[in-house]
């Protein structure tokens, strides 16, 4: 039994501006991860499944661990498309706003997606949200946005319809965003979602592979460098601090994706609580937050960089230099970390 978390008015109001579009277009968040992908791909197959010109749009571009999933080939990625995406955006009449919270989140397809005259439905699991689209389905307790797509689906009725491949694009982001189940999944109603997932023909156990076990050699070889060279463990406080240049992952052939999971890596020594990495790109400072038990990582990141995320999982953007950022987290840490 799977609980109606999304009000019913909200499931017909999506309904309604599904059947009455024509041309849809979907976006998710800068540096799309798992969940983000796996979301938009999943309703971009439902939707073209049911007769509907549906276009995902992305801020950058896919992982190449994620490039398999069915869809990816047909994104549209603006930072190398933008012609074509603000083409999309101009002539479609519905926009799904996934895996955000407020549309600073997807950078450069900020202004398209806010000045667009279409109808825009956002379906997110973040804490809070803006206030810039016409139907709001936000839910911060339930794991993943993915998780709130296969609700969607399924309370619209068309259970029976989906595909087995926007079954596989549903089981990634729920994979991703729990760790593999390894966190945020204490709730039964997870693995009964799994387990429809199965009787679609999904495997569980290829997606897993494909998401945390498909790396490439420079990668690998970049996350022993960080654990040797660029982690520091704090022992007083329970705290890791990554940091990681550049110029560094330069030397690594660095790929879009590859430190996806390295804030995790510090939470698997014994007294470790918090984690926290710091890395440097071309025009601002990215922070990842993870925590362990009742260490709200998602204060830290809000109050400290305006960032935020979940109790346990958050992220924020420094435009300090990265020494400045190191020393604001540093002198923050006796206080937040208690």
Do not use: W
């Not at 023909?201 to 040797?228: H, P, T, W």
């Not at 520091?232 to 992952?249: C, G, Q, S």
Request: charged content about 25%; hydrophobic content about 40%; aromatic content about 8%.
């Amino acid at each position: 039994m799977i609980t109606k978390v999304i009000p019913e008015e909200k499931i017909t109001a999506v309904l309604k501006l599904i059947k009455k579009s024509s041309k849809i277009v979907i976006v998710a968040h800068k540096r799309p991860d798992g969940d983000a992908i796996g979301s938009t791909l999943a309703l971009c197959n439902f939707l073209i499944g049911q007769g509907k010109s549906a276009t995902v749009i992305l801020p950058d571009a896919i992982p190449s661990f994620h490039s398999g999933l069915p869809g990816a080939k047909d994104v549209v990625c603006f930072e190398t498309q933008e012609t074509e995406a603000r083409a999309l955006i101009n002539e479609c009449d519905l926009i799904f706003c996934l895996d955000f919270n407020f549309p600073s989140r997807i950078g450069a397809l900020e202004a398209p997606i806010t000045e667009s005259r279409a109808k825009k439905v956002l379906i997110d699991h973040h804490l809070n949200h803006g206030e810039f689209t016409d139907v709001i389905i936000s839910h911060p307790e339930i794991a993943s946005t993915c998780e709130l797509i296969f609700r969607l689906i399924c309370r619209m009725g068309y259970y029976p319809d989906m595909s087995l491949e926007t079954a596989q694009c549903i089981c990634t982001g729920m994979l991703t965003d729990t760790g593999g189940l390894a966190f945020n999944s204490n709730s039964p109603e997870i693995y009964t979602i799994i387990s429809e997932l199965l009787k679609k023909g999904v495997d569980k156990d290829a997606i897993y592979r494909n998401a945390f076990n498909n790396y490439s050699e420079s990668r690998m070889k970049l996350l022993g460098y960080v654990l040797y060279k660029k982690m520091r463990v704090l022992k007083e406080y329970h705290t890791a601090i990554i940091t990681l240049t550049h110029d560094e992952m330069l030397r690594f052939n660095y790929q879009p994706g590859d430190t996806e999971g390295f804030v995790n890596q510090p939470l698997s020594i014994d007294h470790v609580f918090c984690s926290i990495f710091i890395k440097e790109e071309k025009d601002v400072i990215k922070l990842s937050f993870r925590s362990q038990g009742d260490m709200d990582v998602n204060i830290m990141a809000k109050e400290l960089f305006g960032g935020g995320g979940h109790k346990n999982a958050s992220g924020a953007e420094s435009h300090f230099s990265m020494e400045e950022t190191e020393k604001i987290i540093e002198k923050a840490i006796p206080e937040y970390v208690k």
